[in-house]
Structure formats: structure tokens, C-alpha cells
């Protein structure tokens, strides 16, 4: 088996990871590459994964099967509540570490709340 320009998982997780609450149901997650000395071959996609904070067992993932999408949208959140998020990327070879944990709350129903 040939393998591309992907010779060994990332050795480093994407960059610039931040989780921003947009609604009382819904946060939205961005993020940028790893640097690139820790690529080691094209990102193919990422893992995102989270949970609410509280909440024993493991997190959910939501996969993005695209080097080139570095968004995505969680909705259908619980109103007001804390939830953690961590994000990896992958190479045709394997997965990279993930990032750390950021944590935000939704927004509580019908009011602004500025937290960071």
C-alpha cells in the first residue's frame, strides 16, 4: 500500500481553538491548522468532541471530513449550561493529539451574557 504526501499522524493539534456560545442553544467552534512543523503530511480532517460539563462518561464526536472546514455549529444545546470542547486533526495515517479542553456556557434564554 502507497501512501501519499501523509507519512505520520499530526504531532501537534490545531491551532487557534475557540468555542464561542451564538444562541441559548447553540455554540460554534472554529479553529486554524496545526503549525505546520507539526502536520507531518495534508490534514484530511478533524475530530471535534464535547459534553456538558457536568455530565459523567464520554464526550460525543462530531467528525469534519474536510482539511478545509475549520467551523463547525453545535445545536439543539441545553439553555444556560457549561459544556467542554476539544478538537484533533488527522492525517490519512492517524490521529493527532487532542487540544485542550475550552469550556463554555449557552446563552441564557432571551439575554445577552458576555463571558470569556
Known amino acids: 500500500m502507497r501512501m501519499s504526501c501523509s507519512n505520520a499522524v499530526p504531532s ?57 472546514i475549520r467551523t463547525n455549529v453545535f445545536s439543539g444545546l441545553d439553555i444556560y449550561t457549561e459544556y467542554e470542547f476539544q478538537v484533533l486533526a488527522y492525517t490519512a495515517v492517524g490521529e493527532g493529539p487532542r487540544s485542550s479542553v475550552k469550556y463554555r456556557k449557552t446563552k441564557e434564554d432571551s439575554k445577552k451574557i458576555d463571558e470569556t
Do not use: H
Open 12 to 68: 501537534g493539534a490545531p491551532s487557534a481553538f475557540t468555542v464561542t456560545a451564538t444562541s441559548s442553544t447553540s455554540i460554534t467552534a472554529s479553529w486554524q491548522l496545526p503549525p505546520a512543523d507539526d502536520r507531518n503530511g495534508k490534514i484530511t480532517g478533524f475530530k471535534l468532541f464535547y459534553k456538558k460539563k457536568v455530565s459523567p462518561g464520554p464526550q460525543a464526536m462530531v467528525p469534519v471530513s474536510s482539511g478545509f
